[in-house]
């Protein structure tokens, strides 16, 4: 399993939420690419890139966790990429309009980036479906990312689900970790179902 962490964060940042993740059993590691820089673009090939090494280390399909942009990236490493991807956990992430419905907006727009053409292109992105299932963790009371921008009209394979915490809190909320606790072990379960109808 691996976390990717927000905007302008690094693993630092999913400390807990790894160490969580990892006192439930699982194998888990950080995205090991340092800060989050937000230049999506670059970023999707070098976090597939780091997917598919992690996959083939352990031999097995790789389950993700993203927060805020981490998620959008987790989404988009398992669109480009669904034969590595197990099942994707999204926290306050945003699924359309890129950073335009977010609070960093301003931030982008100095940094000479045009937000229309950003929301234009993941729309296009869009339209290649995404596969591989996908839990979104999302919150009216998030303050960063508008949370109707958390919902995923396109895709039919997302479970949306609504905590009532703050953006900057998805990653140590109790509720948030009770959610995650109990997808990971609904997609072990039929995991170990499918395995068990195969070998019938």
Not at 9 to 37: C, H, I, M
Not at 45 to 54: D, H, N, Q
Not at 154 to 173: S, Y
Request: glycine share 10%; with cysteine; charged share 25%.
């Amino acid at each position: 399993m691996v976390v990717l962490p927000g905007y302008g964060a690094g693993d630092g940042s999913t400390f807990l939420l790894q160490a969580y993740v990892r006192f439930l059993g699982y194998g888990v590691r950080g995205w090991e690419l340092g800060r989050n820089s937000g230049d999506v673009p670059d970023l999707i090939p070098r976090v597939v890139e780091r997917v598919a090494g992690f996959a083939a280390e352990a031999g097995r399909y790789v389950k993700l966790i993203g927060w805020s942009l981490g998620g959008y990236l987790a989404r988009e490493a398992a669109r480009e990429r669904p034969d590595l991807v197990e099942h994707v956990i999204t926290l306050g992430t945003p699924t359309v309009g890129g950073p335009k419905y977010t609070a960093v907006a301003e931030a982008y727009r100095r940094q000479g980036y045009d937000l229309d053409a950003i929301e234009a292109e993941v729309e296009a992105r869009n339209a290649k479906p995404l596969d591989v299932p996908v839990t979104a963790i999302y919150s009216r009371f998030d303050a960063i990312v508008a949370w109707e921008a958390c919902i995923d009209r396109v895709n039919p394979n997302v479970e949306h689900i609504e905590v009532h915490t703050m953006h900057l809190a998805l990653g140590f909320a109790p509720e948030v970790y009770r959610i995650i606790a109990e997808r990971l072990a609904r997609r072990s379960r039929l995991r170990e179902l499918s395995l068990g109808q195969q070998s019938v």
